[in-house]
């Protein structure tokens, strides 16, 4: 006995009224404890679903239907971060902190810093070397993220040359590999 039909008979059990095993009331007690096995299922799909933390498909997506943009990741606990910070943004999201926050809803670390220069952030990709794939997507989202009136410049960062000294002895050794130039560019790690 296992799920609701065995919670069911063993309520029914001290009562000494129902024969329980090999019966009709048997019978009835595992078909309506299958009944109830499949609306816990069903329950429990929508209660992980409801929460932006817990939900792993249809609950991520009713989300991003109610959004302009969607996250650029498909790792879950990333999107379910992007997210979150889309879903934070507010009229009052305009300190350096609260648009870092907010950045986050472009589904990768976006960081934003001020350049001294009024009016003017620089956006960079701390964890991607050179243009990250989804640029155009991750622009758009940014850009409706930061106020309309800061000039926003994006700084990448890829391969120096005292690293790539570090990381091969010759020019053959970065041959044998074979990259091209923008594979080389991105080979910090």
């Known amino acids: 006995m296992s799920g609701y039909a065995g919670y069911l008979k ?3 059990r001290p009562l000494r009224v ?3 095993e090999g019966t009709a009331n048997g019978a009835e007690l595992e078909v309506q404890g299958q009944a109830l096995d499949g609306v816990e299922a069903v329950l429990e799909e929508i209660q992980r679903e409801m929460l932006i933390s817990t939900a792993e498909d249809r609950g991520l997506e009713a989300i991003e239907c109610l959004l302009v943009r969607r996250p650029v ?3 879950l606990e990333m999107r379910r971060a992007a ?3 889309l879903l934070r943004i ?3 999201s305009f300190t350096l902190a609260a648009i870092n926050d907010n950045l986050k809803g472009c589904g990768l670390n976006a960081v934003a810093s001020e ?6 952030v620089e956006v960079r990709f701390p964890d991607v070397p050179g243009i990250p ?3 155009e997507e991750m622009r758009e989202i940014i850009e409706s993220i930061l106020p309309a009136h800061v000039g926003i410049e994006y700084v990448y960062w890829y391969i120096t040359w005292a690293l790539m000294e570090e990381k091969f002895d010759t ?3 970065i041959e044998a590999i074979g990259p091209t130039w923008e594979e080389l560019e991105k080979m910090v790690k």
């Open 18 to 20: 129902y024969e329980l």
């Open 133 to 135: 794939d989804g640029f």
């Open 115 to 120: 350049t001294g220069k009024p009016g003017h």
């Open 90 to 92: 507010g009229g009052d």
């Open 73 to 75: 990741t498909d790792d």
């Open 171 to 173: 020019w053959g050794d």
């Open 10 to 12: 063993e309520l029914l």
């Open 83 to 85: 997210l979150a910070a």
